[in-house]
């Protein structure tokens, strides 16, 4: 049967509410439906102006804590977000990494199995492994998933993100679906270094904060892998047409991705340097030209990279009808506006 938006005596988990994507839906779910939401983080600062809302309660806790999985599920849609997922740390913090995406989400599904919630995890289009810059469109059932070398430490996620796929599917009476998102680009991803958080964030936010702060961008091993970057709007779509689909998507793992907005990295920095340069009213010439940096070197020991990331976007689109529609264009210039607006007090 499938669920009514307009049912209030529907209560939904969002496990990793204050994130990017968690935000977002959380904005969404209590916009466009009566549900109400049971957000459970260890984050709130992009939530704030939905702490009051009596449809909701928050719950400060890490999901590593067993009591905290049992109360999460509890509700019969649970929407598991949490993790660490942030390249530059996939090297040097390994091992929490992995616990991240593989002991806590393990144990939730678990609970969930026991429970009879629905459990819609997050996973990863990273779980296509060390792809070639070749490699064609990568298919949810049929795509071979390599990963390089123990020595390239940069598998840990995606490694661990698949041992969870793994076990989720493998688990007695779990309802369950996976979402395996493609580089979900929008307002409020990430952070500034220096300023809402340290190290280097994704792309995105990493090329946003060279650009207000008037310092070149830098192109990872010359900028040449591509990522098909896909709207957070267009992903919160996909879980309100995975929500209202009935059974349709239950024991499927699907990629959600827009695979008409493929770039490489170095064509992703032109695009944000003109987009930049008109909504400042800037001479282009007048921003610094980018910069060619070593992954290793840049990121640390262990650094790899999938050179290519394709979605098949068959599946969602056979089984939900769902498709992502937002251009690059129109989702790199909101995002840079929000980027430029949110962080100009720390531009320097
Ligand atoms: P994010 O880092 O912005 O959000 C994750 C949230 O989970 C954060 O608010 C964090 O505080 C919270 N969290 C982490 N560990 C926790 C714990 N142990 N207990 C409680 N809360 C915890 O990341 P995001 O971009 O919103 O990604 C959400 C999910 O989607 C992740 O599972 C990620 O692996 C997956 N994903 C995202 C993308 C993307 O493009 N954004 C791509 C592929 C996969
Ligand atoms: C990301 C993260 O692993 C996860 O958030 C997510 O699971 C995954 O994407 C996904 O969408 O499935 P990646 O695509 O490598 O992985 O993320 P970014 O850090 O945004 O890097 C994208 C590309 O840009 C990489 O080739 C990287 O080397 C390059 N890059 C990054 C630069 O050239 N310069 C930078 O300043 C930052």
Request: charged share 25%.
């Amino acid at each position: 049967m499938p669920l009514q938006f307009n049912d209030a005596s529907v209560t939904v988990a969002i496990v990793g509410c204050g994130g990017f994507i968690g935000s977002h839906l959380l904005d969404a779910v209590l916009c466009r439906t009566k549900w109400r939401v049971f957000g459970v983080d260890v984050d709130f600062y992009r939530i704030q102006h939905r702490l009051n809302d009596e449809r909701c309660e928050f719950l400060n806790a890490d999901l590593a804590d067993a009591d905290v999985v049992e109360r999460i599920a509890k509700y019969p849609v649970v929407v598991n977000l949490a993790a660490i997922c942030i390249p530059s740390r996939y090297m040097a913090e390994a091992p929490t990494v992995i616990r991240s995406n593989y002991d806590h989400p393990a144990a939730l599904a678990e609970a969930c199995a026991r429970s009879g919630a629905w459990l819609i995890h997050f996973s990863t289009s990273e779980v296509y492994g060390r792809t070639p810059a070749d490699s064609a469109e990568l298919e949810e059932d049929a795509s071979e998933l390599v990963f390089g070398p123990v020595s390239s430490s940069r598998w840990s996620y995606a490694t661990a993100k698949l041992l969870t796929e793994r076990f989720i599917a493998g688990l007695d009476g779990l309802r369950w679906t996976v979402v395996r998102p493609f580089n979900f680009v929008g307002p409020y991803m990430d952070f500034m270094p220096g300023v809402d958080g340290e190290g280097i964030p994704r792309v995105l936010a990493n090329f946003s904060t060279a650009l207000v702060r008037g310092e070149p961008l830098k192109l990872v091993n010359g900028g040449k892998a591509c990522r098909t970057f896909t709207s957070v709007f267009d992903a919160v779509d996909f879980v309100f047409a995975l929500l209202s689909s009935g059974d349709k998507g239950l024991s499927q793992a699907f990629n959600v991705g827009n695979p008409q907005n493929e770039v490489s990295i170095a064509e992703l920095a032109d695009r944000m340097r003109r987009i930049y340069a008109r909504l400042k009213g800037l001479p282009l010439e007048s921003l610094p030209e980018p910069e060619v940096v070593d992954g290793e070197a840049f990121y640390g020991r262990g650094y790899d990279d999938s050179l290519r990331r394709l979605p098949s976007v068959k599946k969602a689109e056979n089984l939900l009808g769902f498709r992502a529609q937002v251009p690059l264009d129109v989702v790199l210039e909101e995002s840079l506006n929000w980027f430029i607006g949110h962080y100009s007090y720390a531009a320097d």
